[in-house]
């Protein structure tokens, strides 16, 4: 079993759609969750981050985190194209200081 | 806002040469982290560094070393560059935060994209 699991996609949504993009994870002593966004050819870039259960709200995006259910979303209202990426899904174990990343998922949003 | 960079964006090399990619970060920040990320299999760590002159090895560090003399600065070294060393390379940075703080949000460089020929 993959640490952290994620949707290949691509997942496709319509402009103005919520994206609804899923991640878990396997420790479950693990304490710090990110979301990052990488564009075609960049690298990524961190878009949230979430500590404690329940939701964390910024703009568009919302980060949700259930530790029970070892499990961690982020919602994108008002889909843009410009949110075309794929987005990765890090977790930070319990012990030492790196991240673990999802493989990512791509999402497309149509015009 | 947090800055780490690269030496170049884009790097061709010859089978066989001695690769240097340099990785500079402007937060004063302990960690370090080289990554390298292929179609398919995602973000894979080289090599990581909790502090000066420390090092630890990540997942694939084999065909790689590293190299941390200043705390900004973190290098990897490709001693004898291979084919399937062609790759996108990213650096990163981190703060381990303090005692009872979770952090670790890691920033990334724009990366270098190497292709070894």
């Known amino acids: 079993q993959k640490e952290v699991e994620q949707n290949s996609g691509p997942l496709s949504v319509p402009e103005g759609a919520i994206a609804s993009l899923n991640c878990t994870y396997s420790?479950?002593?693990?304490?710090?969750f990110f979301w990052y966004r990488q564009y075609s050819g960049k690298s990524p870039e961190l878009i949230m981050s979430?500590?404690?259960?329940g939701d964390k709200e910024d703009g568009r995006f919302t980060a949700q985190l259930n530790k029970a259910s070892q499990y961690v979303s982020l919602l994108i209202r008002d889909s843009q194209p410009s949110d075309s990426a794929t987005y990765l899904c890090?977790?930070?174990?319990?012990?030492?200081?790196?991240?673990?990343f999802g493989q990512g998922t791509e999402l497309s949003v149509k015009p | 806002d947090v800055k780490v960079t690269q030496s170049s964006r884009y790097l061709v090399k010859r089978t066989g040469e001695k690769v240097f990619l340099e990785c500079v970060q402007d937060?004063?920040?302990?960690?370090m982290f080289w990554y390298r990320q292929d179609p398919g299999l995602g973000l894979r760590l080289i090599y990581f560094?909790?502090?000066?002159?420390?090092?630890e090895k990540g997942d694939i560090p084999e065909g790689y070393s590293v190299s941390r003399e200043k705390k900004e600065r973190f290098s990897l070294i490709l001693e004898s560059a291979s084919t399937n060393q062609t790759s996108m390379y990213l650096c990163?940075?981190?703060?381990?935060?303090?005692?009872?703080?979770?952090?670790?949000?890691?920033?990334f460089g724009p990366g270098t994209r190497l292709t070894v020929l």
């Open positions: 990163a940075s981190s703060h381990p935060g303090v005692a009872g703080a979770f952090y670790n949000e890691q920033f």
């Open positions: 979430i500590y404690s259960n």
């Open positions: 890090a977790v930070k174990p319990n012990q030492g200081g790196k991240l673990i």
């Open positions: 937060m004063d920040h302990e960690n």
């Open positions: 560094s909790y502090d000066v002159k420390m090092k």
């Open positions: 420790d479950r002593g693990s304490q710090s």
